[in-house]
């Protein structure tokens, strides 16, 4: 296993997927809360398109996956506070990207058999064909969201949590709205070199929304994603490069796999009751941390 990180591949694929699954469990933790489950979704499949025109047009796929999809944060961004209640826009633009992004990869494998891997690799993940550029790339992007987050932590939380009591204390809730967006936007790019296109939702979701059900304080909930997310992402990496049952399987399917399995598991534990969460109170016990006074209203 020590030999392992002697080569190129196996550090930077190590280290691209130790930065990628520590900003997708910061971020996630706030998608969740927001309920911005399909909004990632359709950011991720937007981004798809962004990479496979890119790579059309002869500039990096991860280029293409950021400028689509902060475009898109954008447009979403403006649609209000929150996007609960916008699937219809949602899902009309998610189908358009979709099928510009299919129109894009069916142009681009036309010119060589051997760029149909590309195309299979932004859906599916290439992390093991990480360059050492890409992995400064994610750690500039990463360190970027990491000060922005700290930054807006505590009214974005609230905001999050009660985007109703957070606007009439003062907290510019649309603005936040927009600049998580974005932030999003950024996250997701960034972690399709990691799990692709088909399977960010695993790493951005799961270990955030199985962290929610173990613990209700923002705190706790917050750093038990992280490791959750890192647990996720080195196992499936390990067995990845070690092979397991004598096959070499997708890194993907393994970080999937683990996600989903530690999900159920928690969802478990939450209806044996082995770990009590309140629930009429959670809402504002998860308030806590934003320093905030606010009343509960039944």
Same mark, same amino acid.
């Given at each position: 296993m020590i030999e392992l990180f002697s080569h190129e591949i196996a550090q930077n694929a190590f280290i691209a997927g130790t930065i990628v699954a520590i900003i997708a469990a910061c971020m996630g933790y706030f998608v969740v809360l927001r309920s911005q489950t399909f909004a990632s979704e359709a950011l991720s499949d937007i981004g798809f398109a962004g990479a496979t025109g890119a790579i059309v047009f002869g500039? *990096?796929? =991860?280029?293409g996956m950021l400028i689509f999809s902060m475009l898109s944060a954008l447009g979403m961004g403006v649609l209000g506070e929150r996007i609960r209640g916008r699937d219809v826009e949602i899902g009309m633009v998610l189908s358009f990207a979709l099928g510009l992004g299919v129109l894009f990869l069916t142009i681009y494998t036309q010119t060589g058999s051997a760029n149909a891997n590309s195309g299979v690799g932004i859906l599916f993940g290439s992390i093991l064909s990480v360059k050492r550029a890409d992995v400064f790339t994610a750690l500039g992007c990463g360190i970027l969201l990491l000060i922005l +987050?700290?930054? &807006?932590?505590?009214p974005l939380l609230f905001a999050?949590? @009660?985007p109703e009591v957070a606007q009439t204390r003062g907290v /510019?809730?649309?603005? &936040?709205? %927009?600049?998580? +967006? =974005?932030?999003?936007?950024?996250?997701?790019? %960034? *972690?399709?070199l990691v799990v692709g296109v088909l399977l960010i939702i695993a790493l951005l979701i799961a270990p955030a929304a199985t962290a929610l059900r173990l613990t209700h304080r923002p705190s706790s909930s917050l750093t038990l994603a992280i490791i959750l997310s890192l647990a996720c992402t080195w196992s499936g990496l390990t067995l990845a490069f070690t092979g397991s049952f004598g096959k070499h399987l997708p890194v993907g399917f393994y970080i999937s796999a683990i996600a989903a399995t530690l999900y159920f598991i928690s969802v478990i534990i939450n209806? =044996?009751? &082995?770990?009590?969460? /309140?629930?009429h109170t959670e809402?504002?016990?998860?308030?806590? @941390?934003?320093?905030?006074?606010?009343?509960?209203?039944y």
């Open positions: 500039f *990096s796929s =991860l280029i +987050l700290a930054i &807006l932590y505590r999050s949590i @009660d /510019p809730v649309r603005a &936040l709205s %927009v600049i998580f +967006l =974005l932030m999003l936007s950024i996250t997701i790019s %960034v *972690s399709i209806r =044996l009751g &082995l770990i009590q969460t /309140p629930r809402k504002f016990a998860r308030c806590t @941390d934003c320093k905030e006074q606010t009343q509960p209203t």
